[in-house]
Structure formats: structure tokens, C-alpha cells
């Protein structure tokens, strides 16, 4: 199996940017879909943004045009570059993975999860 731990969260003013990392261990992890999901409180988990095996990328609404997800399969490593942060993005992100190599946009299609890193975005 593969374990995920994420880092690079935190506050950050309107307008500004964070870099999230997912790094992964164990499993064979060039063959996994990896996505990124949130969760701001007392609503539902979003889905953000996911990669394949080979790079295709899809985006959520909200974050398209602003968000990036890229992956460094020989580092185990996915990120999520977050520019033009805005107080509507404040959450709690979580690094996902599947056993399989194409992405998708549905919580439940994803085995494995990370411990969730907090982004405040502050007005």
C-alpha cells in the first residue's frame, strides 16, 4: 500500500500563494492516480484537482486557472501550487491516491489518504 503525508500548508493573505507537497511511500506509486481534495468547515470535501500516471491533470470550478497539480514519480511526490488565494479556499486539503492509473473526481474512488494539511486564507 502506499502511505501519503502531506506539508506546506498554512495562513496566507488574499492574493498570495502556497505550495502543498504529497510525499508518498510504500506501494508502486507511478501507477497511482493522485488527487487533492478539501474540506472547509461544516461543508462537504471538494474535489480540487487530480493527476494520472502520465500527467494528464483535471480541475475543480473553483480553482481552475489558479491551482496547478503536478508529480515527481521519481521522487514519490505530488504538489498543488495555489496562486491567487482567496479566503474561499481556506480548508483542510487531503492528498488521495487509488490503485489505478487514471484520475477521478469522486472521493470514494480513492484507497489511500493523507493526514490533511490547513490552509487559512486571510482578507
Known amino acids: 500500500q502506499v502511505q501519503l503525508v502531506e506539508s506546506g500548508g498554512g495562513l496566507v493573505q488574499a492574493g498570495g500563494s502556497l505550495r502543498l507537497s504529497c510525499a508518498a511511500s510504500?506501494?508502486?506509486?507511478?501507477?497511482?492516480?493522485v488527487g487533492w481534495f478539501r474540506q472547509a468547515s461544516g461543508k462537504e470535501r471538494e474535489f480540487v484537482a487530480a493527476?494520472?500516471?502520465?500527467?494528464?491533470?483535471m480541475y475543480g470550478d473553483s480553482v481552475k486557472d489558479r491551482f496547478t497539480i503536478s508529480r515527481d514519480n521519481v521522487k514519490n511526490a505530488v504538489y498543488l501550487q495555489m496562486n491567487g488565494l482567496k479566503p474561499e479556499d481556506t480548508a483542510v486539503y487531503y492528498c488521495?491516491?487509488?490503485?489505478?492509473?487514471?484520475?477521478?473526481?469522486?472521493?470514494?474512488?480513492?484507497?489511500?489518504w493523507g493526514q490533511g494539511a490547513q490552509v487559512t486564507v486571510s482578507s
Open positions: 510504500g506501494g508502486f506509486f507511478g501507477n497511482y492516480a
Open positions: 488521495a491516491a487509488r490503485d489505478f492509473p487514471v484520475p477521478t473526481a469522486t472521493t470514494r474512488d480513492y484507497n489511500y
Open positions: 493527476i494520472s500516471r502520465r500527467g494528464f491533470t
